[in-house]
């Protein structure tokens, strides 16, 4: 047999991580019996354990420690770690609230807001044509915004804090298996406290639940470290354009499971909307090709 290129392992292990992420949806779905903030202090807590050990086995404890000396990556990663757990908290409340399309609205729109901010924050140049993809993602939200009365809430702060917390970390030169370690560690002790002495839920105590229950708990890291894991190697192979094509793997996953097997109600208004955004991200996609078509 032929050994894999370098090229075809990062499509694999890009592959890997953005399925996990697509199905990441049916595990919390699984656990909706369980309070939301309980499932999130779990995902933090196993995610240090978890990472914990990955570092452990690559030896990267010289490189956590060195981070941990400079206050200024210190500082960044506490409000990387505070964006990440809400984004973590909306995207489990609306997993087992019914809001599984918000959920995979919001993340095919993170590419765009990614656009603008890199517009405002980062000096970067839009073309005509990723102001006509904006635009369009514009015109979707507004139609969701019209049908419900206000804005679709979580299709807005899952893009916009997932985009400002990839923004901080470009910040920050820190490995992803380290940086996920100490914005864990950073809010660690709330987790703790929270699930120690502020819950009162039936599954709160771990010494009183059934141990297939503890170990579906328990996997809430595996299910938060290993895609970013793979996500990092994919990264370390693959050019960015490539990698950018399998980031719409997952909310197309998600849009998936919302409709053909949570049932939940699409309109004719959230279609529109949807197709606005994929209308936008094809135009962003081929920006290339139809700059070449239309000279």
Known sequence: MNKLTELQVGILY?????????????YFKYLGFIPVYEILAHRVIWSVVVTALFITYLKHWPNVLLVARNYKSLLVLTMT???????WLVFIWAINHG???????????????????GLVFLSERLSRIKWFAVLLAFIGVSAQAWQ?????????????SFAFYGLLRKKVKVKAITGLFIETLVVLPIAAFYLVVMTDSETSNLLLNPWS?????MFAGVVTALPLIFFGQAALRLPLSTLGFFQYLA?????????????????????????CIWFGILVFVLESKLIKWFK
């Open 99 to 117: 809001k599984m399309l918000e959920a995979s609205l919001g993340y095919f729109i993170n590419p765009i807001i990614n656009v603008i901010l």
């Open 251 to 275: 909310p197309s996953i998600l849009f998936v499971f919302a409709v053909l097997v949570y049932d939940e109600p699409i309109s004719f208004i959230k279609m529109f909307t949807f197709a």
């Open 148 to 160: 419900v009365g206000e804005l679709p809430w979580v299709s807005l702060v899952l893009p916009f």
């Open 81 to 87: 770690s505070l964006l990440i757990s809400c984004n």
């Open 213 to 217: 229950l503890n170990l579906w708990l």
């Open 14 to 26: 890009a592959l890997g991580a953005y399925l996990m992420w697509g199905f990441a949806p049916v």
